[in-house]
């Protein structure tokens, strides 16, 4: 892969990054809450599943997925469900009165990490993306590798 090759993904990256999408929904919840520890744990959870989501791309998964409709129908519902508890939860749910009432830690981190890496849309964009910038000539694999951080890296700079 060439560095303009690398500078390409790196800007198509950019523009993917500045569209809001489900996990910008969860960090700005949690920023406008003004909870720092947890919006960093979004973040960091938001990253990781990127890389998941690239991962299941590269391994071929994201073909398979794309083809099964029930599986992706299943992981829609399951994304909408979780976002739309969400929202219900801050529209409605009165404020925690006390520390002791806010949730367990881990929370934000997996609500992040498992909206962002069981994004269908999201699989299927990768394994679209991702082959405009590989070059067949040369290995395959590290070149998927460079990608795949580079965007994590834009991803964690993003947020």
Excluded: H
């Excluded at 920023?31 to 599943?49: C, H, K, N, S």
């Excluded at 991962?55 to 399951?78: F, Q, R, Y």
């Excluded at 801050?90 to 934000?108: I, N």
């Amino acid at each position: 892969m060439t560095f303009q090759t690398w500078l390409a993904f790196a800007a198509a990256s950019c523009i993917v990054l500045a569209i809001p999408g489900p996990t910008a929904l969860i960090i700005m919840r949690y920023a406008a809450g003004g909870e720092r520890d947890r919006v960093a744990r979004v973040i960091v959870g938001a990253v990781l599943g990127d890389a998941v989501a690239l991962t299941i791309c590269n391994l071929g998964l994201g073909a398979l997925l794309a083809t099964s409709t029930g599986i992706v129908t299943i992981l829609k519902a399951a994304a909408a469900a979780y976002l739309i508890g969400l929202g219900l939860k801050s529209l409605f749910g009165r404020g925690p009165a006390t520390e002791q009432a806010r949730p367990r830690g881990g929370r934000p981190f997996l609500g992040a990490f498992l909206v962002t890496a069981l994004n269908p849309k999201g699989i299927a964009f990768f394994c679209v993306l991702l082959p405009q910038f590989v070059d067949g000539s040369a290995p395959i694999l590290p070149q998927l590798a460079i990608l795949q951080a580079t965007f994590c890296v834009l991803s964690l700079m993003a947020f």
